[in-house]
């Protein structure tokens, strides 16, 4: 049987591709690419001149078929629009066809924005969790982010310039001020950056100065050690719980959604944060 192969590409830098990626490219029959165009200015760079067709989320349901043919006969290659396939595109859907198909899938190791964004962030890399983009909603973006707020381990996840401020301002109320994050930009780019602190301080940064460019959002998960090696762990106290209702009052959170959060990131009985909660005025206040 034939040779499926998962390319993995350039994030930015078009040097950092590997010789063997560039052989298989030359090597297979067809090239299938989440943006064609981007996938033209890798090949042109190279002097590679194989055929490529789209693969693109909306184009799967009839472009499977397709590839699978030609499958059969030759080797494809499928090479998202940066970095490795199969992550935020449809490659995983033809990877899982191909092999129920009896052909074999060989992964040709390339750039990952996720972890080239991790291993810099100055934030614990032992264990990660990488949840992709953020929903585009405000309503949804929050309930997902209230479901991560007591994750242990390090999250890493992917935001648009245009959305960044909003989102790091719902990070900054759920999971909390001093949260260590690092938002990386640019990446293997000319003007690659890494903005690191804790979410205020990331957050005060980017209303000064206008986000640009595709970000990779690296945040220190509940409980982690810091880039300074230090745990940071707040004691909870009545002053506390009044301050995280507070703020979880001015996103709108139910009071009773807010009481649960708390608690269970406190340890307290939620009886006992109930009560305090109900000390908190302002118009602000959910009901």
């Known amino acids: 049987m034939s040779l499926l192969y998962l390319v993995g590409t ?18 297979v029959s067809l090239i299938a690419a989440e943006d064609t165009r981007t996938a ?14 789209s693969f693109f989320e909306h184009s799967k ?18 090479v998202s629009e940066a970095g490795m396939p199969g992550i935020n595109d449809p490659g995983y859907e033809l990877v899982s066809r191909a092999i129920a198909a009896g052909h074999r899938v060989s992964p040709i190791p390339g750039p990952s924005a996720v972890l080239t964004a991790l291993v810099a962030s100055g934030i614990s890399a032992n264990a ?39 989102a790091l301002a ?4 759920i999971f909390g001020a001093e949260r260590e994050i ?16 804790t979410l205020a301080e990331v957050r005060a940064h980017f209303l000064a100065h206008e986000p640009r460019g595709e970000f990779t959002l690296v945040v220190q ?14 004691e909870w106290n009545e002053a506390r719980v009044r301050a995280e209702f507070a703020k979880l009052a001015r996103n709108n959170l139910p009071r009773s959604e807010a009481v649960k959060q708390i608690a269970r990131a406190s340890g307290w009985d939620r009886r006992r944060v109930y009560r305090l909660t109900l000390a908190v005025r302002g118009n602000q206040e959910p009901e």
Not at 14 to 26: G, V
Request: a neutral charge; proline letters at 6%; aromatic letters at 8%.
């Open 221 to 234: 998960g509940r409980g982690a050690r810091t880039r300074r090696g230090q745990a940071k762990e707040i």
């Open 40 to 53: 033209k200015q890798l090949l042109n760079h190279f002097g590679i001149h194989t055929p490529v067709t």
């Open 170 to 173: 719902d990070m900054e109320v």
């Open 10 to 27: 350039p994030i930015g830098n078009l040097e950092d591709i590997s010789p063997r990626a560039l052989e298989t490219l030359r090597g």
């Open 182 to 197: 690092c938002a990386a930009r640019e990446l293997t780019k000319l003007f690659q950056e890494f903005q690191r602190g």
């Open 61 to 78: 349901s009839s472009k499977i078929e397709q590839i699978l043919a030609v499958l059969d006969e030759n080797d494809v290659a499928v």
């Open 128 to 166: 990660f969790y990488y949840v992709g983009f953020l929903p585009r909603e405000p309503q949804a973006r929050r309930k997902f982010l209230r479901e991560l707020v007591d994750e242990p381990d390090t999250l890493v996840m992917f935001e648009t310039p245009h959305r960044l401020n909003a």
